[in-house]
C-alpha cells in the first residue's frame, strides 16, 4: 500500500467539478478537498484551474462539536473511497469553556457502533481552557483500518463522536483526527 499524502484544496470561488486533461473528473468534497489526484499532470492542471496544493496534518475534523449532547456528532474524514487508514491521534481543543463533567467515547458508525475507537469512559476534563487540547486515548493503537470500516454520509466517510455524559451546559470544542492514509 502507498502512503497519501497530496490533496488539493479547492476554494468557495471553485466549487464545481474541474476536468484536467486526463479527463478524470474531480469533484470536492464537502469540505472542497480533493484527494490524491491520480497524476502529477492532473494535479498541475486542478491547480491551473485555482485550486490551491496542501499538506494538512489532519485527515479529519468536526469544529464546534457540541458536548452537551449524547446524539452522534460526525467527525468527516478527508480520505480517498477505498483508501485504509491508521489513526494516529484524536485531539479535542478550543474549548468554549472547561469540560468537566463530559465523557464519551469516538465509533466507526453510528449509535455508538462497531469496535470503540475511543472508549466510552473518555474524560474531558483536561481540556480547561480553549488554549489547552487533550490527546484522547486510542483504544487499539497502529491498526489500519479498510475504507468498510467507516460510515458513509453524503459521500464523505465519517466516524462519530458519541458522549455518554454530556457537560450540562452548553459547551463546544473542536475535534481533529489525524492519521496515515494508504490507498
Same mark, same amino acid.
Given at each position: 500500500? =502507498?502512503?497519501?499524502? &497530496? %490533496?488539493?484544496?479547492? =476554494?468557495?470561488?471553485?466549487?464545481?467539478?474541474?476536468? *484536467?486533461? /486526463?479527463?478524470?473528473?474531480?469533484?470536492?468534497?464537502? &469540505?472542497?478537498?480533493?484527494?490524491?489526484?491520480? /497524476? @502529477?499532470?492532473?494535479?498541475?492542471?486542478?491547480?491551473?484551474?485555482?485550486?490551491?496544493?496542501?499538506?494538512?496534518?489532519?485527515?479529519? +475534523?468536526?469544529?464546534?462539536? &457540541?458536548?452537551?449532547?449524547?446524539?452522534?456528532?460526525?467527525?468527516?474524514?478527508?480520505?480517498?473511497?477505498?483508501? !485504509?487508514?491508521?489513526?494516529?491521534?484524536? /485531539?479535542?481543543?478550543?474549548?468554549?469553556?472547561?469540560?468537566?463533567?463530559?465523557? $464519551? $467515547?469516538?465509533? *466507526?458508525?453510528?449509535? +455508538?457502533?462497531?469496535?470503540?475507537?475511543?472508549?466510552?469512559?473518555?474524560?474531558?476534563?483536561?481540556?480547561?481552557? @480553549?488554549?489547552?487540547?487533550?490527546?484522547? %486515548?486510542?483504544? !487499539?493503537?497502529?491498526?489500519?483500518? *479498510?475504507?468498510?470500516?467507516?460510515?458513509?454520509? @453524503?459521500?464523505?466517510? !465519517?466516524?462519530?463522536? !458519541?458522549?455518554?455524559?454530556?457537560?450540562?451546559?452548553?459547551?463546544?470544542?473542536?475535534?481533529?483526527?489525524?492519521?496515515?492514509?494508504?490507498?
Amino acid at each position: 500500500m =502507498a502512503q497519501v499524502r &497530496n %490533496t488539493i484544496w479547492v =476554494a468557495p470561488s471553485v466549487n464545481q467539478a474541474i476536468l *484536467p486533461r /486526463s479527463g478524470v473528473l474531480y469533484t470536492p468534497d464537502i &469540505n472542497g478537498h480533493i484527494t490524491a489526484p491520480a /497524476s @502529477g499532470q492532473d494535479a498541475a492542471d486542478l491547480i491551473a484551474s485555482g485550486a490551491v496544493p496542501f499538506f494538512s496534518p489532519y485527515i479529519g +475534523k468536526l469544529l464546534g462539536a &457540541n458536548f452537551n449532547v449524547t446524539t452522534d456528532q460526525a467527525i468527516p474524514l478527508f480520505i480517498p473511497g477505498g483508501a !485504509s487508514v491508521r489513526l494516529t491521534r484524536i /485531539s479535542v481543543l478550543n474549548a468554549s469553556h472547561t469540560l468537566a463533567t463530559a465523557a $464519551g $467515547g469516538i465509533y *466507526p458508525t453510528t449509535a +455508538k457502533g462497531g469496535t470503540a475507537i475511543v472508549a466510552a469512559t473518555q474524560a474531558f476534563t483536561a481540556v480547561t481552557t @480553549g488554549a489547552l487540547a487533550l490527546d484522547l %486515548t486510542l483504544v !487499539s493503537a497502529n491498526i489500519v483500518y *479498510p475504507a468498510s470500516a467507516w460510515a458513509v454520509v @453524503g459521500g464523505v466517510y !465519517s466516524i462519530y463522536l !458519541s458522549l455518554t455524559t454530556a457537560e450540562g451546559a452548553a459547551a463546544t470544542a473542536d475535534c481533529y483526527v489525524y492519521g496515515d492514509i494508504y490507498e
